[in-house]
């Protein structure tokens, strides 16, 4: 067996003890605000006198564009400017795009002589009102020319299919395939080989509001300002400017709260691009706001849509040796973010399992469809359902309990390295096991699934799935899969800034977006709060703008809470530094013999001696002659924070090294009833207990499993981007793309087990993406579990009734 | 998503919407009731009127009164309010569970009986009701009113036998006894049926005296299962009974698969909804007793 060099792990750290406010489920800062409608999501900001911008959209999955006439329109009342796809190339460069080959696949804000999905933005209007926009769409004359649609992701990758982009000789953007361990020794010495072809279905997330972005261009100064309400990747909003070819230093990108991401506002830049654009052109302000049916079919943003050839190794006993995955991925007509997606199926590809190999070939295509970018769980999802599915296969075909084949694979030693290379920090799975069983009374429903179906005939399936969360990416994970990356950057930090008034009142400023749902300001209010001994609702918090900001990444791979930890914790270091010696001075003591108690510095043992941080912050801004020469006025500390734990992945890539090292736990049991007449699920129970770490806030998180509980019932019963065989999207508008309501979603039991991360400030993980990445694979295995009396398993999502009926009508 | 430009009316009188219908016929006008079909199809551009009548200040359209053993429902009358009314539990409680699974509460507190009957959707569950009852509908045109059965008022998907110039302004239901059972299979809450089924049986002693039956799902419009109602009319009910008239009601539709459901799902869903509801009817007939 190769062994590998590993950098060492960073020194443990020792968590305070007694936390006062990490761990409290104090009320949201954000929400009064909201709940007010006071937010200032993209819509409020619109004023009269703005311009609206409206996007024409192809109605075919693939032709080549032979004219456009824009007269009629252009001539309209109201109407200020057309631009069309060949018009925006002239005055636009392409989108930034991180995927391989992009000069072969080129994206840009409008498509130029080929559309290529339905959907596919073609030519764009400013006028008046987007009433009048809509009007003028209509007045465009388009003359197409259809290609042959490709929409089959394994026919996309047939010699002869319809290529989707003709630079690049194939539809096969990437591929390749990776040994991590001795896979041939595993396989060869395993009692059983399980295998089975899994069909995970494109879904996406669905935000309140969709995606828009208000440009302001002064050609005075030449300043673009453009509120945009996704703000992730901020330090990335460089590539944003070189799109509009405008200098980085004369963009302004301003935080508005997301109304709702779940990823899919990762990184958009094509409203910031369009609305900057059309500005420019009309010297007027411009909103573009994508309606429902720009956003379902143009948002860039669908979920993974992968079919998996999977094979696990086991052994009679029950031991997990090893897994070779063989997936493809369908892209949809652009590679964005590369396939990154499966960087975060790897940081976690063996689950909670000590299995000692994996091979991995993944293969994405290119088709006539919107791309694929971020949708909470980035691909690490599929990966837990797909290995929760083989799991159980594996105790079906061994005859096991499902509760015993997890207990003998579990991890149980951390820092524990996955055959990949990503490091797993910490964990106790049976803790999170037994409590999941306890709340979820799996004992009760085992009893009365028997019962009910021999006196009732009724069919009863309790799921149990045991996976991991990775939380908190490196950016290796976007090009390790190049041996010469194009671009092997190494940087995701975060930041905050802290000023302390001169009445000793604490502002914190952030960098990176103002609000998705994961409460960023209630964190940082809550740990400034644990810093300075304060009330977490009296710490102001404010947003800078990317212009003058500080770095920062953004929400993204559940980061945002501890990064901003660390921000904090760094900021605060300087601050009471500066503070300890301004209060030695204050108290004439030495600054050794000062200790930071409830919100001051007061020499130790004497706490009447003491100056309080408004005492200290008075001084420091009003009195300068009260301190030494080089004691510079004010009270205000920035920390750039890096990511606490990465390495390098080796040459030969047989070893990815660290990217994704602080990985969570959640166990959920459902238990759900098919109506095997019709094919309907219902939910009778459901338990998920989550463990990521340190808790800051427990009721938030308890939001956070809640939602993407609901989401992951979505993925696994109802959500999903239809295309036909002609490449239409048939599901494109909430009659047809069906999200489940309250009505569909059960109430939850929910549970906390809190084991810190040694390596994160205050022990916190990330947990941002956690219901969604459970839910799907638990819901599937409950099903699955009440159908296995008729020899009946689902390896499809979403199990429409469609889908149920007809397994039930070819038992397998 | 945004409407093309059109002009707007809002008569208080059913002469006077008459009136504007004729007067604006040539600008393809359209009957506004309560809404929650046209406008979305007027935002998407698939419904394009240059002139809407909206009927929301005819008083005379709204209301819910018994007149004898007949229940009669103004056109406009909103559909939470017909699923709360003691008039419409007692005379015609199919009615009250069918529109109590139109949309979610917040559409049925726009959403109107006759707007929804006028709209004909082929998915939606008051056409079946209507049909099931043997409903009479009450037209308004330039020479007067007529009435229409239901039977005949549901031409299509989306096409009814309302004229160009009338519009639909009272639904007329005869009070009918036994039970009653409204089902359908819906993708989540508050969505379209994809299967619907209206039944009302009567019991003379051990056997049924009468049946309807209709059915949302299966046609391009609901439809009146007729041999199933003779597989049950004068049988004692057993299971045998009930299977052989779901059996019935089946045989010989032809229904349009779609994105939710084929062909083949839809037949065995009306199958074992048309059981259900019949079995459901069946019990609350014999607890009446």
Redesign the interface.
């Given at each position: 067996m190769t062994t590998i060099d590993r950098p060492a792990p960073p020194p443990a750290r020792t968590h305070k003890r007694d936390r006062r406010w990490v761990g409290q489920s104090v009320r949201r800062v954000e929400d009064p605000k909201f709940l007010r409608g006071r937010g200032g999501y993209l819509a409020d900001l619109v004023t009269p006198g703005m311009l609206h911008a409206a996007v024409l959209r192809s109605p075919h999955p693939h032709a080549r564009i032979v004219s456009i006439d824009t007269a009629a329109a252009a001539a309209l009342d109201g109407v200020h400017a057309v631009i069309t796809g060949a018009q925006a190339a002239e005055l636009t460069d392409p989108l930034p795009d991180f995927g391989p080959d992009p000069a072969n696949h080129v994206w840009r804000c409008l498509a130029v002589d080929t559309v290529r999905y339905v959907g596919e933005g073609v030519a764009v209007v400013v006028a008046d009102s987007?009433?009048l926009a809509?009007?003028a769409l209509?007045l465009i004359q388009v003359e197409y020319e259809s290609l042959p649609p490709i929409v089959d992701p394994q026919a996309a990758l047939e010699p002869g299919a319809p290529l989707v982009h003709e630079p690049l000789g194939t539809n096969c953007a990437y591929e390749r395939s990776f040994d991590f361990g001795d896979v041939e020794r595993d396989f060869a010495e395993a009692d059983l080989v399980v295998r089975d072809r899994l069909r995970w279905h494109r879904s996406g997330g669905q935000p309140l509001e969709t995606v828009g972005a208000i440009a302001d261009f002064d050609h005075g100064s030449g300043q673009l300002t453009v509120h945009t309400n996704s703000l992730s990747f901020t330090s990335y909003l460089f590539m944003a400017a070189a799109s509009l070819r405008i200098p980085a230093n004369r963009l302004d990108v301003r935080q508005v709260p997301a109304g709702g991401s779940f990823g899919s506002k990762l990184f958009v830049t094509k409203p910031l691009v369009l609305a900057g654009m059309c500005s420019r052109m009309v010297g007027r302000p411009v909103v573009f706001l994508e309606?429902?049916?720009d956003n379902i079919a143009n948002c860039d943003h669908h979920g993974s849509d992968r079919v998996y050839d999977v094979e696990l190794a086991v052994m009679r006993d029950g031991t997990l040796r090893g897994l070779a995955i063989d997936v493809i991925d369908d892209y949809g007509a652009y590679i964005q973010f590369g396939v990154g997606h499966h960087g975060n199926a790897l940081a976690q590809v063996v689950g909670p399992y000590t299995i000692g190999s994996v091979r991995y070939r993944v293969r994405a295509a290119l088709t006539n469809k919107n791309q694929q970018g971020a949708y909470r769980g980035f691909g690490s999802e599929v990966n837990n359902w797909m290995l929760e599915q083989m799991v159980d296969k594996a105790a079906r075909e061994l005859g096991m309990d499902p509760v015993e084949i997890r207990r003998r694979n579990f991890i149980r030693d951390f820092p524990y390295f996955i055959p990949t290379g990503n490091v797993y920090d910490s964990g106790d799975y049976d803790a999170v096991l037994d409590q999941t069983l306890r709340l979820g009374r799996y004992d009760h429903w085992r009893t009365e699934q028997k019962r009910l179906r021999e006196q009732e005939g009724r069919y009863i399936g309790i799921g149990l799935i045991t996976c991991a969360e990775r939380s908190v990416f490196s950016a290796t994970e976007f090009w390790f899969w190049f041996d010469e990356p194009g671009a092997p950057v190494t940087s995701m930090p975060e930041s905050v800034t802290l000023t302390v008034d001169a009445t000793g009142g604490i502002t914190a400023t952030l960098y990176s977006c103002a609000f998705w749902g994961n409460s960023p300001e209630t964190m940082v209010a809550q740990l400034v709060a644990e810093e300075f001994d304060c009330d977490p609702h009296d710490v102001s918090v404010a947003y800078q703008g990317s212009r003058n900001g500080l770095p920062a990444t953004g929400p993204g791979g559940s980061r945002t809470t501890v990064m901003l930890a660390g921000a904090v914790e760094g900021a605060t270091a300087k601050i009471k530094a500066k503070a300890r010696r301004a209060a030695a001075h204050l108290l004439e003591a030495d600054p050794d013999d000062l200790e930071w108690a409830d919100g001051g510095y007061q020499v130790r043992g004497v706490p009447d001696r003491r100056k309080s941080l408004g005492d200290i912050a008075i001084a420091l801004h009003l009195f300068k002659h009260g301190f030494p020469e080089d004691i510079e006025s004010g009270l205000e500390e920035s920390k750039v924070f890096d990511h606490p734990y990465t390495t390098m992945p080796s040459a030969d890539r047989k070893d990815l090294g660290v990217f994704y090292p602080f990985v969570g736990h959640a166990c959920h049991i459902p238990v759900v009833e098919v109506d095997i007449?019709?094919?309907?699920v219902r939910f009778l129970a459901y338990a998920a207990v989550h463990d990521c770490g340190t808790l800051v806030n427990p009721r938030s998180l308890a939001g956070h499993i809640l939602g993407g509980v609901a989401q992951g019932i979505g993925t696994a019963l109802?959500e999903e981007y239809?295309y036909d065989d002609d490449g239409q999207l048939?599901?494109s508008?909430y009659?047809?793309y069906?999200?489940?309501?309250a009505?569909?979603v059960p109430e939850l039991a929910i549970g906390h087990v809190e084991t810190p991360s040694p390596y994160t400030p205050h022990g916190i993980k990330g947990g941002g993406e956690g219901g969604r990445m459970m839910a799907p694979a638990a819901v599937n295995a409950a099903v699955n579990d009440a159908l296995a009396p008729l020899g009946v398993r689902l390896t499809e999502l979403p199990m429409?009734?469609?889908r149920i009926?007809a397994a039930l009508r070819t038992p397998r | 998503?945004?409407?093309?430009?059109f002009s707007y009316a809002a008569p208080p009188t059913i002469a006077e919407a008459v009136g504007l219908l004729a007067e604006h016929a040539d600008a393809e006008p359209r009957v506004l009731a309560g809404g929650q079909s046209l406008i979305p199809l007027m935002n998407?551009?698939l419904a394009e009127p240059s002139h809407l009548i909206d009927l929301r200040n005819v008083a005379e359209l709204s209301g819910i009164r018994l007149d004898g053993d007949v229940l009669v429902i103004g056109a406009m009358t909103r559909q939470s309010q017909i699923e709360q009314a003691p008039e419409v539990a007692i005379a015609a409680p199919l009615l009250a569970e069918a529109t109590g699974l139109v949309g979610h509460t917040p559409i049925r507190n726009s959403g109107t009986i006759g707007g929804s009957l006028a709209h004909a959707d082929p998915a939606a569950e008051l056409p079946a009701v209507a049909l099931a009852l043997d409903a009479d509908l009450v037209a308004a045109g330039p020479g007067g009113t007529r009435t229409i059965p239901a039977a005949e008022f549901l031409r299509g998907p989306f096409s009814t036998a309302l004229a160009a110039d009338e519009i639909l302004t009272e639904i007329r239901l005869p009070r009918r006894a036994g039970g009653y059972a409204f089902v359908e299979?819906a993708?989540?809450?508050?969505?379209?049926a994809?299967v619907a089924v209206a039944a009302l049986v009567e019991l003379d002693g051990d056997r049924i005296s009468r049946a309807a039956l209709a059915l949302t799902g299966v046609a391009p419009t609901a439809i009146r299962a007729t041999a199933a109602e003779d597989v049950l009319t004068g049988a004692v009910p057993d299971d045998a009974t009930i299977a052989a008239a779901a059996d019935a009601a089946v045989s010989g539709v032809r229904p349009a698969g779609d994105?939710?459901?084929?062909a083949q799902?839809r037949i065995?869903?009306a199958r074992?909804?048309v059981r259900r509801a019949v079995t459901l009817a069946l019990h609350r007939a014999q607890d009446q007793r």
């Open positions: 987007r009433y809509e009007d209509e309606d429902r049916v007449e019709s094919g309907a109802y239809v048939l599901s508008s009659m047809d069906l999200i489940p309501s009505m569909e429409t009734p469609e009926r | 998503m945004k409407p093309p430009p998407f551009r299979f993708r989540t809450h508050g969505n379209f994809i994105l939710h459901a084929s799902t065995e869903l074992s909804h």
